[in-house]
């Protein structure tokens, strides 16, 4: 029978306390895996449709192989628990996956297999997980990681704020603008796709501020069911080609 509630993990971290958790959700009769950074909930194993669609989506709006033809090259910006990543390599289309994981300690758990649902992840051998500030790799263009291809990547997949207007730090404020995402643009190879997830209904100002960047956006509302209340919950994945 599985423990009611397990600490997986805990760090102290620049940005709070970063704990990794197991609990019995008495009302499903079923494990849920949870990340919080300090008082805030960053994430739980009983949502993650819209971080599987995060993927599906950002890499169905790439119209077909990458520019040297040779398969995809996919950044992730937020490791968490996953799935994202994990969904990216089902696309038979994805040669190489990196994943731009801030804290050291997130990778850690899942080398460590600490997750069942994404077990084999880090494992992969299409798989880099490094450890950096995604924002900053952007704001100085330095690529993501040593063996970033220099035509650009074919697609950045992003989850680590909770929204355009809520920032889990204020450092990151500055990548949602024109400024920010032109840098971002410049890392991508031609034809490529940029997806962010958003837990909030879309914003017209921040689909405007994709406009003026790309030449196709749009926003996507990803609804499921929500367990605990009974009804339906709802997210947003933004994409721009």
């Known amino acids: 029978m599985s423990l009611r509630f397990q600490e997986l993990a805990w760090h102290e971290t620049p940005m709070g306390e970063l704990s990794l958790r197991r609990r019995l959700e008495p009302s499903l009769k079923v494990d849920v895996h949870e990340v919080k ?21 950002g890499l169905a709006a790439h119209d077909g192989e990458s520019h040297d033809g040779d398969g995809l090259d996919v950044v992730v910006g937020g490791l968490g628990l996953g799935y994202t990543a994990r969904t990216s ?15 050291a300690e997130v990778i850690e758990w899942h080398e460590r297999e600490l997750l069942p649902d994404v077990a ?10 490094v450890q950096g500030d995604f924002f900053a790799m952007v704001r100085d263009e ?18 680590i704020d909770h929204s355009p207007q809520h920032v889990l730090d204020p450092s990151h404020a500055s990548f949602y603008s ?30 405007g501020v994709l406009e003026q960047t790309f030449e196709s956006v749009h926003a996507q509302v990803v609804t499921f069911d929500n367990p605990l209340t009974g009804g339906e919950s709802s997210n947003t994945v933004y994409l721009a080609r």
Do not use: N
Request: charged letters at 30%; hydrophobic letters at 45%; a negative charge.
């Open 37 to 57: 950074l300090g008082d805030e909930y960053l994430m739980s194993s009983l949502f993650t449709v819209a971080e599987v669609e995060l993927a599906r989506l």
């Open 89 to 103: 390599l089902e696309d038979s289309r994805v040669r190489r996956l990196t994943v731009v994981e801030t804290f």
């Open 120 to 129: 084999g992840l880090a494992a992969d051998p299409r798989t880099s997980l």
């Open 142 to 159: 330095t690529g993501f990681g040593d063996d970033a291809p220099e035509r650009g990547v074919d697609a950045i997949l992003l989850d």
């Open 178 to 207: 024109a400024a920010g995402l032109a840098r971002l643009k410049r890392l991508l190879a031609p034809g490529g796709v940029f997806a962010l997830w958003s837990d909030d209904p879309p914003e017209e100002s921040f689909l």
